[in-house]
């Protein structure tokens, strides 16, 4: 079964430093998709940034990139000059590739970041 | 285009009542999926569906969970029976048809007291 893992259950980054927010996955797949999750105290979900496997570019999202290391399966968020505001909870996420065009995700238990002014 | 919307945002239960959560995908989006969020853990699968059509329901509870998604009206989740153990965030989020992400609503926290 694909699995999702976050081995940092929370981090801290003083504001204007760069963070990295690690995340490993399992799957015996060749296509698939990866996500970066944020949910805040308010609970929403809010979609930082994907990856195509297919992809060997590493999505950027103005402050945001991946490094995403198909072959050791892993996929590592940074954040770049750190803002108060992106404090929250961050979900890793893997798409099982299944038919009818179901786009179901499987999360990581999630990293807290905390940003210290 | 007002988003994926959930309702109640928070439902208080006692043991053995019924919860039912309403979830309305964004305008033109045809495939609703909801997930469910335990205390310190990430979202996990429970449904899949689309217009009057149960597509996967392999994260669902065998017992005491339906779900639908009527012609017309929001997709409903429904737990009956209620447990302290069915305390958690539920998810809703929608999709246009074949697309590789979708969006998620704020979420609708029970307690079950």
């Known amino acids: 079964a694909q699995t999702v893992t976050q081995s940092q259950p929370e981090m801290s980054v003083q504001e204007a430093e760069t963070v990295t927010l690690s995340c490993t996955y399992d799957?015996?797949?060749?296509?698939?998709?990866l996500f970066w999750y944020k949910q805040p105290p308010s609970r929403q979900m809010i979609l930082v940034i994907r990856?195509?496997?297919?992809?060997?570019q590493n999505a950027t999202e103005n402050r945001f990139s991946v490094n995403f290391q198909k072959a050791a399966k892993s996929f590592s968020l940074k954040i770049s000059d750190s803002q108060l505001g992106d404090a929250a909870m961050y979900f890793c996420?893997?798409?099982?590739?299944?038919?009818?065009?179901?786009?179901?995700?499987?999360f990581g238990k999630g990293t807290k970041l905390t940003v210290n002014p | 285009n007002a988003g994926v919307m959930q309702n109640p945002r928070h439902l208080v239960r006692r043991r053995g009542q019924e919860a039912r959560l309403r979830c309305s995908p964004m305008?033109?989006?045809?495939?609703v999926y909801w997930y469910r969020q335990l205390p310190e853990e990430g979202l996990k699968f429970m449904v899949y569906?689309?217009?009057?059509?149960?597509?996967?329901e392999s994260g669902m509870p065998k017992e005491r969970f339906s779900a639908e998604f009527p012609k017309e009206g929001p997709s409903i989740l429904r737990i009956q029976q209620v447990v302290r153990g069915d305390s958690a965030a539920y998810f809703c989020?929608?999709?246009?048809?074949?697309?590789?992400?979708?969006?998620f609503g704020s979420g609708t926290r029970l307690t079950v007291v």
């Open positions: 799957t015996s797949e060749s296509d698939y998709y």
């Open positions: 996420a893997y798409r099982i590739p299944t038919q009818g065009g179901s786009e179901k995700l499987v």
């Open positions: 569906l689309q217009k009057e059509n149960i597509i996967d």
């Open positions: 305008k033109g989006h045809s495939h």
């Open positions: 989020a929608s999709s246009p048809l074949q697309t590789y992400g979708y969006t």
């Open positions: 990856q195509e496997a297919y992809k060997q």
